[in-house]
T-cell receptor, first 111, second 114 residues
Framework: KQEVTQIPAALSVPEGENLVLNCSFTDSAIYNLQWFRQDPGKGLTSLLL?????REQTSGRLNASLDKSSGRSTLYIAASQPGDSATYLCAVPYNNNDMRFGAGTRLTVKP | NAGVTQTPKFRILKIGQSMTLQCAQDMNHNYMYWYRQDPGMGLKLIYYSVGAGITDKGEVPNGYNVSRSTTEDFPLRLELAAPSQTSVYFCASSYQGLDQGTQYFGPGTRLLVL
């Protein structure tokens, strides 16, 4: 059974800091891994999708890495801004039709 | 292009009442999903559909039913609401299966059962 864990549960940093969010998964036989952003009272927005054959993906100030063998992924946010404050969730497909989510990391970036 | 829409945004139900959560997408996606998110937890799959007329159970289907008569709509029915069904419900859709592409999420329906 695939289980996804995210550490830490919450993180508070001053504006401008670089930061890393962690995601781990128990079954390394994954198709891909996704990072989502969730704002309070809103739905999820896909940030990055890394295929199992890839080691990393970049989008602007975001960089996600994937190490299948160790069951880990990291989301690196460069030069954080208050607008980055949100909950970040990672997820992996359990099969073709079921996504398993971590509980998320709640990020607060202080001005 | 509205994406995935959900109604209502918020609802209070009494124990034993029933209701239908509505979900619609205008992206011509074959795949649609219903998740619930409890406080401090990740999303859990309730039901999914791979096309009109085809539905299947996810990880937590008990107490819920779905139908998919059109490509656009995927309503979730709660029969005999219980306090354990207090949660935020998200509908999502995708063009391909999850092994190939991403999901697009609606804004959610917050349900409180008292």
């Amino acid at each position: 059974k695939q289980e996804v864990t995210q550490i830490p549960a919450a993180l508070s940093v001053p504006e401008g800091e670089n930061l890393v969010l962690n995601c781990s998964f128990t079954d390394s036989a994954i198709y891909n891994l996704q990072w989502f952003r969730q704002d309070p009272g809103k739905g999820l927005t896909s940030l990055l999708l890394i295929q199992s054959s890839q080691r990393e993906q970049t989008s602007g100030r975001l960089n996600a890495s994937l190490d299948k063998s160790s069951g880990r992924s990291t989301l690196y946010i460069a030069a954080s801004q208050p607008g980055d404050s949100a909950t970040y969730l990672c997820a992996v497909p359990y099969n073709n039709n079921d996504m398993r989510f971590g509980a998320g990391t709640r990020l607060t970036v202080k001005p | 292009n509205a994406g995935v829409t959900q109604t209502p945004k918020f609802r209070i139900l009494k124990i034993g009442q029933s209701m239908t959560l509505q979900c619609a997408q205008d992206m011509n996606h074959n795949y649609m999903y219903w998740y619930r998110q409890d406080p401090g937890m990740g999303l859990k799959l309730i039901y999914y559909s791979v096309g009109a007329g085809i539905t299947d159970k996810g990880e937590v289907p008990n107490g819920y039913n779905v139908s998919r008569s059109t490509t656009e709509d995927f309503p979730l029915r709660l029969e005999l609401a219980a306090p354990s069904q207090t949660s935020v419900y998200f509908c999502a859709s995708s063009y391909q299966g999850l092994d190939q592409g991403t999901q697009y999420f609606g804004p959610g329906t917050r349900l409180l059962v008292l």
